[in-house]
């Protein structure tokens, strides 16, 4: 049925369809655009394959090290009170 289905020329009419649906002006913008989708995927797949492999990978408890100090929180001011008047009956 589909025994030589991508030939040279149909490659050709392909591309002349895609011209005259979309004109010129946005091929490249579309091809960019393409290309870009193209490189988050990879990028994202290749970031959910390591988390694959590091979740694999056993943690022994003897290779996590605890740092000397904690890390200092960062200071916040303290809330300033404010007196309350007090109330006098004259």
Do not use: Y
């Not at 100090?69 to 007090?86: G, M, R």
Request: net charge positive.
């Amino acid at each position: 049925m589909l025994r030589n289905g991508l030939e040279p020329w149909h490659l050709l009419i392909v591309a002349i369809v895609f011209i005259v649906l979309f004109g010129s002006r946005k091929l490249p913008d579309t091809a960019r655009a393409l290309g870009k989708s193209m490189r988050i995927l990879k990028s994202e797949a290749k970031a959910m394959k390591s988390d694959d492999t590091a979740a694999a990978a056993p943690v022994e408890p003897t290779s996590v090290q605890m740092a000397a100090e904690p890390a200092a929180a960062p200071a916040q001011p303290e809330p300033k009170t404010v007196a309350e008047p007090t109330a006098t009956t004259s």
